[in-house]
């Protein structure tokens, strides 16, 4: 794990955190230039935008792969995908973040420090 400066994720304040990614995954990495290959040569052959939801699924799709990896991105993606139908109003649907930031350290702002008293 490197440490690296960083915003807090809870308050947004300057801080530092711990990542334990480094470089992307080859699933990610190959699934990222799929959905590329999608919107550079696939896409524009539709007739407009015909995308119900903002961003759109295939910005969505690249969003939750860069960020939570190649499966869960999958996983996040196909659950978008199945909303997609005229069930569903559509609407803004951003990707969702994650509950709890791995390797934060903490940021003095934020994070109470008690000391203790003799």
């Known amino acids: ?3 690296r400066t960083g915003r807090c994720p809870r308050c947004g304040s ?3 955190r711990a990542t334990s990614r480094g470089t992307p995954s080859i699933g990610s990495r190959v699934l990222r230039s799929g959905v590329r290959f999608y919107q550079n040569y696939i ?3 539709k007739m ?3 995308c119900r939801f903002e961003p759109t699924c295939s ?3 690249l ?3 860069s960020a939570r990896g190649a499966v869960t991105g999958i996983v996040l993606t196909l659950v978008r995908l199945s909303k997609c139908g005229p069930w569903h109003p559509g609407g803004y649907d951003p990707a969702p973040r994650s509950r709890r930031p791995k390797g934060h350290v903490g940021c ?3 994070t109470p420090t008690t000391t ?3």
């Open 43 to 45: 896409s524009p052959l």
């Open 116 to 118: 203790k008293e003799s």
């Open 108 to 110: 003095p702002y934020c």
């Open 63 to 65: 969003q939750v792969i």
């Open 59 to 61: 910005a969505y799709a």
């Open 14 to 16: 300057l801080a530092e």
């Open 48 to 50: 407009g935008s015909t």
């Open 1 to 3: 794990m490197s440490e």
